[in-house]
Structures are given as C-alpha cells and as structure tokens.
C-alpha cells in the first residue's frame, strides 16, 4: 500500500519488486484510491505506446514506466496527484458475476476488495476468468 503523501518513487519500488499491478493508496486505515498503470501512463502520453510494446515482448513493463518517470522528473509527485480516486471496490462476499459486473460498468481491470472499509485483497480479471473457469468445471 501507499500513503497519499508518499512520492511516486517510493510508492513504485514495492509494485516493481512484488509484480504488483495495482497499489491501494490508504490514510487512517481507509483506501483513498489506486495507483495503476494506467494512472501513470496519463502523466505521459508518449509512455504509452512504449509500455505496450514492452508486455507485448515480455519486457519489465513497470521497471520501464518508473524508469520514464523519474526520466520525467515525477519520482516527487506525491501519490495523492496521480491516483484514481475513489476507488472501484467490491466485497468478498460479492459473487464472481457481480464482481465482473463492476470491472465491466467501470472499465477497469481490478477491484480493491474491502471488508469493513478495510482493504482484505485485489480481484482482477485474471481472477475472475479463473473462477469462471473453475465454476464452469
């Protein structure tokens, strides 16, 4: 997680080193909002296109974007400037198809899941792709 007035540099280390593809922003135990690539991509129109080259050949996309970024001299920016607030959550008690439901009406990939307004997990699609698959079994 982050802290809203945490700059992008040090926020980005932990989504780098675990392979993390999005990043609850938290302040006094509640999730504020998300930092995700797509966050990052609308500092910089150019980084796009480059990031998608970079999955597409297997590359370390994120080592790239936060390599761009402090190219860009925005390691400083602080989190709260770039990410997506509020953010789209579910429960876990929400049901495969409601939680795709929610991806699908907010366009995004990812879910924070929140139990009590506590961050508990992420759902992506990958997830949710999965428990289709094994309900499907």
């Given at each position: 997680?982050?802290?809203?007035?945490?700059?992008?540099?040090?926020?980005?280390?932990?989504?780098?080193?675990?392979?993390?593809?999005?990043?609850?922003?938290?302040?006094?135990?509640?999730?504020?909002?998300?930092?995700?690539?797509?966050?990052?991509?609308?500092?910089e129109?150019?980084?796009?296109?480059?990031?998608?080259?970079?999955?597409?050949?297997?590359?370390?996309?994120?080592?790239w974007?936060?390599?761009?970024?402090?190219?860009?001299?925005?390691?400083?920016?602080?989190?709260?400037?770039?990410?997506?607030?509020p953010?789209?959550?579910?429960?876990?008690?929400?049901?495969?198809?409601?939680?795709?439901?929610?991806?699908?009406?907010?366009?995004?990939?990812?879910?924070?899941?929140?139990?009590?307004?506590?961050?508990?997990?992420?759902?992506?699609?990958?997830?949710?792709?999965?428990?289709?698959?094994?309900?499907?079994?």
């Amino acid at each position: 997680t982050a802290k809203p007035d945490e700059s992008l540099r040090e926020a980005l280390d932990p989504i780098v080193e675990r392979h993390c593809s999005i990043l609850p922003v938290i302040e006094n135990g509640q999730c504020l909002g998300v930092v995700s690539a797509s966050d990052l991509l609308g500092l910089e129109y150019d980084f796009h296109e480059t990031l998608i080259q970079k999955e597409h050949q297997g590359g370390p996309a994120w080592y790239w974007l936060t390599h761009k970024i402090a190219q860009a001299g925005l390691g400083n920016l602080p989190v709260r400037d770039v990410m997506t607030s509020p953010p789209i959550t579910v429960a876990p008690s929400t049901t495969i198809a409601e939680a795709a439901g929610v991806l699908l009406e907010n366009a995004v990939h990812r879910a924070v899941v929140l139990e009590n307004g506590r961050v508990v997990g992420i759902v992506s699609t990958t997830d949710l792709l999965r428990g289709f698959t094994a309900e499907a079994v």
